[in-house]
């Protein structure tokens, strides 16, 4: 045990986070193609790398408090306090890599999120207008059947 096997749990858990962008772009590609019924087999494969990464994370956890001992640190140390007190350059630079590229995959993560809500939040404004519409609670600007309407599907007269 060591910072050798931090640094490669560290890299499993950057490889999960990489997935699991690509589990949310899926997600948002289905959204935006409309392909709604897809949609509960993406959300559980997100929520399966979601658990791997759980996982990791205590993994992580446990090696994280190992290497802290090893260093004179407390052993809830944070990544960036275990980068700044390595005991030589090199694994000082290799934790604050790992550090960066987390942090940017959070980011990215998070906007990806986002972005996924506001399509299920517009998905779902329109199925309630059109429930609302097929149940005769619609808006005032909605269809109501009046025979006075401009238009007309079917001609009647005859």
Do not use: C
Request: without cysteine.
């Amino acid at each position: 045990m060591g910072a050798n096997e931090l640094s490669t749990l560290l890299w499993r858990e950057r490889e999960m986070l990489d997935l699991l962008v690509f589990k949310l772009e899926e997600e948002h590609l289905l959204l935006a193609a409309g392909k709604t019924k897809w949609i509960p087999f993406a959300t559980k494969e997100v929520e399966q790398v979601l658990d791997r990464l759980r996982t990791s994370e205590l993994q992580r956890t446990v090696e994280s408090a190992a290497v802290a001992h090893e260093w004179g640190l407390d052993d809830g140390a944070t990544l960036r306090e275990l980068a700044e007190a390595a005991p030589s350059p090199a694994w000082s630079e290799i934790l604050t890599s790992h550090l960066e590229a987390l942090t940017a995959q959070a980011h990215e993560i998070a906007r990806v999120r986002d972005i996924n809500l506001q399509h299920l939040r517009a998905a779902q404004r329109a199925t309630k207008d059109t429930l609302s519409r097929l149940d005769g609670t619609g808006s005032a600007d909605s269809y109501t059947g009046s025979r006075n309407a401009g238009a007309a599907l079917i001609d009647r007269r005859a």
